[in-house]
């Protein structure tokens, strides 16, 4: 927020000041228009690729901003995309467990349902946490298929996360399902 408005700031009083007062004197001569001042291209400097740890730390640090910036978990809220995006680069750049997981973390922790759910059920076997983990997230789509009347396809999600973790939230659905 404290960004924007800076910007915002900026903006403004860079229009202001780039405005003149002067009028011309001759009100006969054709509009004189401003063009933007170009840049110099830069250098040809070849910056190497970030590693997958290079990525994966930066989104730890991005993650770690955005739990104080912001009250609730949202994957549109920049500094979580961003963490997003880095995690995913970490993961695509070496699909090891510990990238993936993370990644699908952030998924469920940003309310991205599907795409945590499609990386738990890829990983396969998990640790105790990651079916913490992967449960919410199929209890989550589960309420989400039953507010569409799609009872199958809620019943799906909810054996998926039976077989993770039993929860309260899964039980309870399960019962409305079965």
């Keep these: 927020m ?11 009083f860079g229009s202001a ?15 004189v228009t401003e ?11 070849a910056v190497a690729p970030a590693s997958a740890e290079e990525h994966f730390a930066k989104a730890q640090e991005l993650a770690a901003q ?4 912001y009250p609730i978990p949202f994957y549109d809220r920049d500094l979580w995309k961003a963490a997003v995006t880095e995690a995913d680069a970490a993961a695509t750049a070496e699909p090891e467990r510990e990238y993936l997981s993370y990644l699908a973390q952030l998924y469920t922790t940003t309310q991205w349902w599907i795409s ?9 076997d998990l640790t105790d946490e990651e079916k913490a983990w992967a449960a919410d ?7 989400m298929r039953l507010q569409q009347n799609d ?3 809620a019943r799906e999600y909810v054996q998926q996360g039976l077989a ?13 399902v079965m």
């Design 2 to 12: 404290k960004k924007i408005l800076t910007i915002s700031l900026m903006i403004a």
């Design 17 to 31: 000041f780039a405005q003149t007062t002067d009028t011309p004197t001759d009100t006969t001569a054709p509009a």
């Design 35 to 45: 063009t933007a001042p170009t840049m110099a291209p830069a250098p040809d400097v």
């Design 66 to 69: 955005a739990e104080v910036a």
């Design 116 to 124: 945590g759910y499609r990386i738990w059920v890829e990983l396969g």
């Design 137 to 143: 997230t199929a209890a989550h789509l589960a309420y």
């Design 151 to 153: 009872k199958a396809k």
């Design 164 to 176: 993770w973790m039993e929860t309260d939230s899964l039980k309870a659905l399960a019962k409305r």
